[in-house]
T-cell receptor
Framework: GQSLEQPSEVTAVEGAIVQINCTYQ??????LSWYQQHDGGAPTFLSY????GLEETGRFSSFLSRSDSYGYLLLQELQMKDSASYFC????????????FGSGTQLTVLP | KAGVTQTPRYLIKTRGQQVTLSCSPI?????VSWYQQTPGQGLQFLFE???????NKGNFPGRFSGRQFSNSRSEMNVSTLELGDSALYLC?????????????FGPGTRLTVL
């Protein structure tokens, strides 16, 4: 089966940098993806890593180390609107679209 | 391009009843996946449909079923509702091809079982 671990809560101030870690165990690997979900909203895709290394998209970056079964999401220049839940997810064995999600990290950005 | 739409947005049912939820994917997307989100269990995969065929299935009882139509719209059905079925049901669409597709989620249907 698949399992992912990420911190339940992270708090930071506006303008700061925060890193949300994710470790995973999976049979078959179809990359690590990250989703953002605001309260009452739908999850929205942030990034995807299939290979080791860093992917950068604006203020957000995501890193993957397949040998360590580890990844992280880095959020820079935090803004109040970044307060949300962040989920890491992996594709299950046999399917890239059968996502197994972590339990989510609630990020609170303080003024 | 219009996003993923789900109807209804809110639903209240009583135990033992059945419910049907609908999802319209983004135009051109042939894959629709369904997820259940609860505070206790988080986001859990229910099933995926591609070209009217169930391609993957999560670990849910047979009371949960789905189907997909030729226009890629999908429905999921839950029979004999239980209190524990109260959840946000999300569908996500993608092109369904290749080793990975970004999934686009709809706003969800909030189901309350009394």
């Amino acid at each position: 089966g698949q399992s992912l671990e990420q911190p339940s809560e992270v708090t930071a101030v506006e303008g700061a940098i925060v890193q949300i870690n994710c470790t995973y165990q999976t049979s078959g690997f179809y990359g690590l993806s990250w989703y953002q979900q605001h309260d009452g909203g739908a999850p929205t895709f942030l990034s995807y890593n299939a290979l080791d290394g860093l992917e950068e998209t604006g203020r957000f970056s995501s890193f993957l180390s397949r040998s360590d079964s580890y990844g992280y999401l880095l959020l820079q220049e935090l803004q109040m609107k970044d307060s949300a839940s962040y989920f890491c997810a992996v594709g299950a064995s046999g399917s890239a679209r059968q996502l197994t999600f972590g339990s989510g990290t609630q990020l609170t950005v303080l003024p | 391009k219009a996003g993923v739409t789900q109807t209804p947005r809110y639903l209240i049912k009583t135990r033992g009843q059945q419910v049907t939820l609908s999802c319209s994917p983004i135009s051109g997307h042939r894959s629709v996946s369904w997820y259940q989100q609860t505070p206790g269990q988080g986001l859990q995969f229910l099933f995926e449909y591609f070209s009217e065929t169930q391609r993957n299935k999560g670990n849910f009882p047979g009371r949960f079923s789905g189907r997909q139509f030729s226009n890629s719209r999908s429905e999921m059905n839950v029979s004999t509702l239980e209190l524990g079925d109260s959840a946000l049901y999300l569908c996500a669409s993608s092109t369904g091809q290749g080793s990975y597709n970004e999934q686009f989620f709809g706003p969800g249907t909030r189901l309350t079982v009394l």
